[in-house]
Structure formats: C-alpha cells, structure tokens
C-alpha cells in the first residue's frame, strides 16, 4: 500500500510545517528504526520506549574504556569518576522536573522508587490508612500500593480507594478528586497518582490536586513515568511530596533505564524521617569511614541504597544533555504544535475515538484512540505503514508525537495509514 503518493497535497503541508517550525526536528541525534520499505519508521512509541540518541553509545563505551584502563581506579580516576556520577545527572534532571539540585536523584527503577518513597511516606495510623489512586493507575501501581498496606497489616479493599470518572466520562475531574479529598480527607494517608495517565494520555492538575491532599493532610506523591520529558513541572514550586519517574519513555535512555525520584526539601533535611538505607544514602562525608550508624546525606540521595551503575547511567547523561540543550518549555511548545495537528488529522476518520482530553493543557503529545481491534491495529500499522503505536487491554492504541524526533510529515502518514486501514 502507498500511503504517500508524491503528489499528496497533505505531505506537502506536513513537510512545509516541518521545515518552518521554530523548533527544527532532532531526529538526526536519535537512531531511528527501519519499516517495512527499508525507510525510517514514524516513531510514535515514545511514551512506552523512546528511541537511541546517538551520543548513548560513546558514553557507555567511554565507561567500558575507563573500567578496562584502569579498573577499581576509575572509581577516583574515570574521566566522569564514577564515585559522584551520579551528580552529572543531577541538575539536567533538576531542571527537567522544576526540582532543586538536592531534590532529585537517578536511582533504581520506577517502581523501587515508589516502593522506597511509600516505606518513608506511608505511615497509616489510626482513622488515617487510606491509600488514594486512579482507578485506571498502572498496574504495577496498584500492586505497589496493595503490597504496602498488607505490609502494614492492612486490608487492600479497604485501604485503597480508587477514582472513577463519572459515569460516561473518560477523564477524572480535578473538582471530584478534590471533592474527594475535602469529605474524605481525614482517612487518606497517601494519595498518589500518575501526572499523565497512561491509558488516556490525561494530564492531572497536579497543582491543585496537591494542595488539597496536603490540605487533607495527606502525604501527596506523583508516578510521573509519562510526565516527565513530556510536560513542564514544577515540582518544588507545587510543594509535591515525592515523585518518581522511569527514564526510558520520553527521556530516552534505554529499555529499563535508571530512574528519577524527588523528594520536597522539606523532608531531605529530616534525618527522622524513616526509611530504608544503603550506604549510598550515608552522608558522602562519612561514607567511608566504615561506621555501622547511618547519616543520611541531606539530600534526596539519602534514599539511595547501592553505588550506581555507571553503564546503565551513562545513556541518562546522554539524554538529559538533548533535554537541558533544548528545553522543556521550547519541547513543549513543539509538542502541542505536533499533537494538536495530529489531533486534526484524525478527525473525521471512522472506526476510532480519541479519548486523550481535547484541550491541549490537558494531555502531554500522547493521543490515544478507541478501536475496535487495538492489536491487529498497530500490528498492521506497522507491517504496512512503517507507522509504529502500540496497544493497551482492552481497546485503545497510544500514538505520541514526541517534540525531539516526531515530524509532521510521521503524523501525517500515520493520519493516513489509519484512514487506509480502519476504512
Ligand atoms: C505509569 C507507570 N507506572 C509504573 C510503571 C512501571 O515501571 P517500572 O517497570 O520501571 O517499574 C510504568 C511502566 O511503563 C508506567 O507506565
């Protein structure tokens, strides 16, 4: 099937857009895989594995040298020594997510993290257990938090609450969790949910729907795994608990990436505050010094456990450096110019709803669309278009424009790739 005829006066709009964009593509930094007609595919799986940048392997090599050439040296001596790596990583990721340097740390997975935060932010007592999340959270988040209230002795039915939209709505309204929150308020220990939904790219308001856990008093943590690098946040300015998010989406550093966590500094300067400790986590100035006592770092660092891996953090720094160069705030103007004219090209197209919100300050570059076949769908888009989504139970396929290596051009030959095929 030809999907772009030369004469295709749309192609010719969608290139004309490409090239006139204040924000011209980054595609050239990113391996781009290869379709069906030995051409680059249109990438669209950004939220769920984001593609190469081309700098990852030189700076992963760079560590493999390092470690040949010198061994447990490198440690002090590795051109980046890998005894404070970590700090490479921690302003670019500062700025990513609206933190203070001290706020952040790459660590683990995103899941650990969640694990991590909640044994130090998860203190039911009382009347006070209640875990709050969305109904259609990550299902590693709701095991997450049903495995954390059993490990406090809890019944999960009756310690996790989870939102619906109303009947008929796709989305949770921000005036329902908040109603939530000022009847219920009282019994909600932890409220935590996910900055942009998974399943229908919805972003939450993440501002308010904090202000009035924190006014409940509860604890208020966001998943960000797909937030992050997708929309601006302002974490330390919207006074979040925690947050945690995974770096191989939009942040584009490989299949099970090193992970991102935030912690307010309100609580980094508790030493008090409970939590699982390593030695990473002990105050650098101390760490050496072989102690059996624990000195948390006053940092988000004190929730680190082991001493990092180097290789799997080196793709981070390569990725980070593409976010700090550019910007959020330039990537998400690019990423509403793309999404929105995605959004405009499937219109009309019979056989798909989308459900991602229609206004654009209320999704990130993810649109997901409703289908009768979700599978045999993005199987087919693939196979015929070079056109790659993917598929989420029980009917919904996710298409998302990412702002560094999207074109218009791929939105709209997957615009056309499914008019073709839901036809
Ligand atoms: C919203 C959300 N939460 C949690 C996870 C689990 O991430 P991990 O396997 O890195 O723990 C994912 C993975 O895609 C996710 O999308």
Redesign the pocket.
Known sequence: MDFLPSEDPGAAEARRLDETDPLPTLRAEFHVPTGPDGGEVAYFAGN?LGLQPRAAARLVEEELLDWARLGVEGHHRARRPWVDYHELLREPAARLVGALPHEVVAMN??????HLMMATFYRPSGDRTRILIEDS??P??SYAVQSQAVHHGLDPAETIVRLRPRPGEEHLRTEDVVGHLEREGHHVALVLL?GV??LTGQLMDIPTITKAGRAAGAVVGW?L??AAGNVPLRLHDWDVDFAAW?S??YLNSGP?AV?GCFVHERHVRNPALPRLAGWWGNDPATRFAMEPDFVPVASADSWQLSNPPILAMAPVLASLRIFDRVGMEALRAKSRRLTGYLADRLEGIAGLEVITPSDPAWRGCQLSIRVADAKGLVRRLADEAGVIADAREPDVVRLAPTPLYSTFLDCHRAAEALRAILH
């Not at 997975?109 to 969640?114: E, F, K, R």
């Open positions: 769920s997975s995103l899941t650990v993290n969640l959270a990550f590693s988040d996910g939904n998974y998943d795994a797909h995974c191989y989406k099970g992970a």
